[in-house]
């Protein structure tokens, strides 16, 4: 008998303390997750301000960031938690989607722990995770609800139908919204991440410009979105006018941009909560971390009378709470993995 299988025989409790693992991009995140519900212990080392020199993450260096940083963000979480690695039930590790070499260092790390310890291992889509955050924020939460995903690869609007069964009512057809950020910035010369630095840039605009509405005339989803329109249309404007050598508002294009991106997002979670009945709409991802949607959204959901979940902005960008909320629903499941797990750059999400 394995010894997946001599776990699943019995060692599975409601009672869980679970290790979360996230290393899919540039955070390496460890985290302790009492019951999915509890943060116990947290750390989040990023090696973001090494990628900013080069514009976006650069793979290799994320790979090597978090070789050097996953030792410490474990022991730093055990430490907060004032607990050691005995005392974990099951190491819960992001398998994908997101950056190869990135996600081994992470599943490698856990694979380790999980053989060294003989506790189950546990593999989590990093999308999951970002939807779980909102477990974290919110103790009494229960599905259903609807959830804004927004985050650096994907962006769409999510029925949470249950703990484990979701539909996705659109997407994006192009770019995700946080790429769109990413790229808007690049063009204003701002640092990356792009998007906490529009966020800031925006708050001195005060003229909006004209932008191209999003998919109009299409026949598609009505919960669908296209970001690659709105941000060439930007970059288009930014470089006609230094053509003509016309002076730019750097602010005024930054608050243009972050409504026309963030307004959109806000106007079709509000339908899909008016169309399925459900009372409560959530947000998870990076983008969630925008103070223009977060208070957008407040304002919106507090006139229709709906519960808004808002994880705290450390939770909305990628971290391990996240990993062990999910990973405390796949542990109840008895979704284990033996040594073979392996990384996984593209995961469907179902
Ligand atoms: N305050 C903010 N305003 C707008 N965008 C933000 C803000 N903070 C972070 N972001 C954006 O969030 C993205 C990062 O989010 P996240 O970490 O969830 O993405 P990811 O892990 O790269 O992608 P995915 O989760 O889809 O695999 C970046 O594109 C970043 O610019
Ligand atoms: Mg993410």
């Known amino acids: 008998m394995s010894y997946i299988e001599e776990i699943k025989k019995g060692v599975v409790k409601s009672d869980a303390v679970i290790m979360g693992i996230e290393t899919s991009c540039d955070e390496t995140a460890v985290a302790i997750i009492k019951n999915g519900r509890e943060i116990l212990g947290d750390e989040i080392i990023s090696s973001a301000i090494e990628h900013s020199k080069f514009g976006g993450v650069v793979p290799e260096i994320a790979s090597r960031g978090h070789t050097a940083a996953i030792l410490t963000a474990t022991e730093n979480a055990l430490k907060s938690a004032g607990l050691t690695l005995n005392d974990i039930d099951a190491f819960a590790v992001t398998e994908g989607a997101g950056l190869l070499g990135a996600l081994l260092v992470g599943v490698s790390f856990a694979k380790s722990l999980a053989y060294a310890t003989g506790k189950p291992l546990v593999p989590v889509s990093h999308i999951k995770g970002h939807i779980s955050a909102s477990y974290l924020a919110d103790k009494s939460l229960e599905p259903p609800f609807i959830t804004i995903l927004a985050s650096g690869g994907h962006t769409a609007i999510i029925k949470v139908k249950s703990y484990y069964e979701i539909e996705v009512l659109g997407s994006t057809l192009d770019d995700a919204v946080g790429e769109a950020f990413d790229k808007v910035a690049r063009v204003l010369g701002l640092k990356y991440p792009g998007g906490p630095n529009i966020e800031k840039l925006a708050k001195e605009g005060k ?17 669908d979105f296209s970001y690659s329109g709105l941000k060439t249309a930007v970059i288009n404007y930014v470089h006609q006018k230094e053509q003509k050598g016309e002076e730019i508002n750097k602010a005024d294009i930054a608050c243009s941009f972050q409504c026309a991106a963030i307004d959109v997002l806000v106007e079709k979670a509000l339908l899909a909560v008016k169309e399925s009945g459900y009372k409560t709409v959530a947000v998870s991802g990076g983008v969630g971390a925008n103070g223009y949607l977060r208070e957008k959204l407040t304002l919106e959901c507090k006139k229709k009378k709906i519960k808004l979940i808002l994880p705290e902005k450390r939770y909305c960008t990628d971290n391990g ?29 179902k």
């Open 321 to 349: 709470a996240m990993i062990g909320a999910e990973g405390y629903l796949q542990y109840l499941k008895g979704n284990f993995a033996d040594l073979s797990l392996n990384a996984k750059a593209v995961l469907p999400l």
């Open 207 to 223: 003229n909006i410009i004209p932008l191209p509405k999003m998919l109009k005339n299409y026949e598609g989803s009505k919960y």
